[in-house]
């Protein structure tokens, strides 16, 4: 019978606040302008074009990702209870 390995109980990332999504969703912004930044004189390759598209298609993603972020943590579903939070719009 195998074991569940063991963790420490402050190792547990699976819900992140707003601060730290908005922080990591920053961190990628900030990678894929700098590969885009990169890409400029790669003009010769066969792909550079699919790779360029590719590129700014997740950067677009992920700038709507930090504004929706942004929105969601100004409503500061936080302090009131998070099972009390309603969310815009609805």
């Given at each position: 019978m195998e074991t569940e390995p063991t963790r420490p109980l402050d190792d547990d990332h699976d819900l992140l606040n707003f601060d730290e999504t908005g922080g990591?969703?920053?961190?990628?912004i900030a990678a894929v302008?700098?590969?885009?930044?990169?890409?400029?004189?790669e003009g010769?390759?066969?792909?550079?074009?699919?790779?360029?598209?590719?590129?700014?298609a997740r950067l677009a993603a992920l700038r709507a990702a930090l504004?929706?972020?942004?929105?969601?943590?100004?409503?500061?579903?936080?302090?009131?209870?998070?099972?009390t939070y309603v969310p815009p719009g609805r």
């Open positions: 990591r969703l920053r961190t990628e302008e700098a590969t885009l930044s990169a890409a400029e004189g010769a390759e066969a792909d550079a074009g699919e790779r360029r598209a590719a590129a700014e504004a929706r972020n942004s929105r969601n943590a100004a409503a500061r579903p936080g302090a009131t209870g998070f099972l």
